[in-house]
């Protein structure tokens, strides 16, 4: 269960949002500038909320009254941007490793093996990436995200970046991994067809409020012709 | 005419320990100013940025003069550090070191000042959701994404420690075997008669070195530059 009372100004956006989502994919949608970056970023510890509560499961991330604001690196939720953000420096399977490193868990082969496998990045893993394309990276950062174990994994219009051939490339490593990994998701769209592939809630955003909370079922044609 | 003498080879040999150890005790330092410019506002900054470039406008005579007043054995720095560490800079090959690296502390600087700026700060949030503490993205990716920046303030640091002559020379004079660097030798030679054979084989060794440190460099560099763009 992932609940939210978040309350946050940044120049022109002003977020007020409150929800909660037992997932286990929910959906955040609405058109740029709508305030669903920034409320990923709040939810990740990344930016930090002027007030407000966050809660994940039983354990309390942030709340203005009581002074609480555990940090991103002690919040272990797993964060795939939208432009990847592999660190160009370091090998694909040191990518991997990165979080493993830093938490200082022990070497999990088998992990590793799984996510490997179900990603199809095998062939990757000695590679930097500068050399890999658009979609392959996406799937590394995801492989990434995955192998620190996350509680919650943030999912930032993971496939803005791709061109349609990609993205119908990627869809299915994200379907199997809400089918077959079980972390709750948070997942942010403007692309009202993948949130109707993947989302079980979606909340949709305007100008930095819900407008609207629901199954898929909320999202319109009219959004899918949006952006189709 | 080429065999160089003793005493050519101890400058040789003196300027390159004094550069060395000015570029090597002053690369944490500058690591650290650096990042400071690069990432942090406070109250000084533009004074701290401002010091730090000064012996790079100043007539070198004054850096070394201020050296000498503020380090010398009376001095107010140097004789506390005489009196509790026994260190002493004054007319010693270590005050050579200070004042190299005091000159060529904004070449330093610069560089890797520079390329922490031109890092990507996004990277670093990425860092921070994968579990990596302020140190540990320190360490993990500011740090190897200067690199570049770094090899080429090291480069740069190096190559003014070994050319530095006026504050040198203010501050811990011109001693053979002490503080007398292949800079130095050379004004030497220059000033006595039949000295020009042994003077321009000095500006041959000092060419080499320059040299050899700008080819270093620039390989360095490039290999930094590749780890970071892939292969």
């Known amino acids: 269960m992932l609940s939210l009372d978040v309350h946050k100004e940044i120049g022109e956006l002003a977020l007020s949002v409150s929800f909660e989502s037992d997932g286990p994919v929910t959906g955040l949608f609405g058109p740029s500038g709508a305030g669903k970056s920034t409320l990923v970023n709040v939810i990740a510890g990344l930016t930090k909320p002027d007030k407000g509560r966050i809660v994940l499961g039983d354990e309390v991330l942030f ?7 555990i940090p991103a690196h002690r919040r272990r939720i797993g964060y795939v941007f ?3 953000r592999l660190f160009p420096h370091l090998s694909v399977r040191k990518n991997l490793d990165y979080g493993r490193w830093m938490t200082g868990a022990p070497d999990d082969p088998a992990e590793l093996a799984r996510v490997v496998a179900m990603l199809d990045i095998e062939p ?5 990436p500068g050399k890999l394309s658009g979609g392959e990276r996406q799937r590394v950062a995801i492989g990434r995200a995955l192998m620190m174990k996350p509680r919650l994994l943030l999912l930032d219009e993971p496939l803005a970046s791709l061109d349609p051939a990609r993205k119908s490339e990627i869809m299915p490593y994200l379907v199997r991994l809400r089918d077959k990994v079980g972390i709750p998701m948070v997942y942010v769209s403007h692309y009202a067809r993948e949130l109707q592939r993947i989302a079980n809630v979606v909340v949709r955003l305007d100008a930095g409020r819900i407008i609207a909370i629901g199954g898929p079922e909320i999202l319109t044609r009219a959004d899918e012709a949006a952006f189709a | 005419m080429f065999e160089l003498t003793p005493e050519e080879w101890t400058a040789i040999r003196l300027s390159l320990r ?6 090597a005790v002053a690369l944490p330092f500058g690591v650290a100013v650096a990042w400071l410019l690069a990432r942090k506002e406070f109250w000084g900054k533009s004074l701290l940025d401002g010091l730090i470039v000064l012996p790079l406008v100043l007539p070198p005579v004054v850096t070394g003069y201020l050296l000498l007043i503020w380090f010398g054995r009376r001095g107010a720095v140097g004789s506390f550090l005489y009196d509790v560490f026994g260190i002493v800079f004054a007319f010693r090959w270590t005050g050579a070191a200070l004042a190299c690296g005091i000159m060529a502390f904004p070449l330093l600087v610069r560089p890797i ?4 700026e031109a890092i990507d700060r996004r990277l670093e ?5 994968l579990g990596a ?13 200067a690199l570049p920046g770094i090899i080429a303030g090291i480069i740069l640091c190096f190559a003014k420690a070994l050319g530095e002559f006026g504050a040198t020379i203010t501050f811990v004079s011109n001693i053979p075997g002490e503080t007398q660097t292949i800079s130095a030798a050379i004004y030497t030679y220059t000033q006595v008669p039949g000295g020009d054979a042994a003077a321009l084989r000095l500006v041959l060794v000092a060419i080499v070195i320059a040299m050899a440190a700008l080819l270093a ?5 490039r290999r930094a530059t590749r780890r970071l763009h892939g292969e």
Not at chain 2, 125 to 129: N, V, W
């Open chain 2, 125 to 129: 949030d990425a860092a921070s959701t």
């Open chain 2, 113 to 116: 000042r520079l390329s922490f």
């Open chain 1, 63 to 69: 709340d203005s009254r009581r002074s609480i604001d």
């Open chain 1, 124 to 128: 990757l893993l000695e590679r930097r």
């Open chain 2, 133 to 145: 503490n302020s140190f540990w993205r320190f360490i993990t990716v500011t740090l190897p994404l």
């Open chain 1, 82 to 84: 939208q432009e990847g």
């Open chain 2, 18 to 23: 004094i550069a060395i150890v000015a570029t």
């Open chain 2, 217 to 221: 460099s620039e390989v360095l560099a």
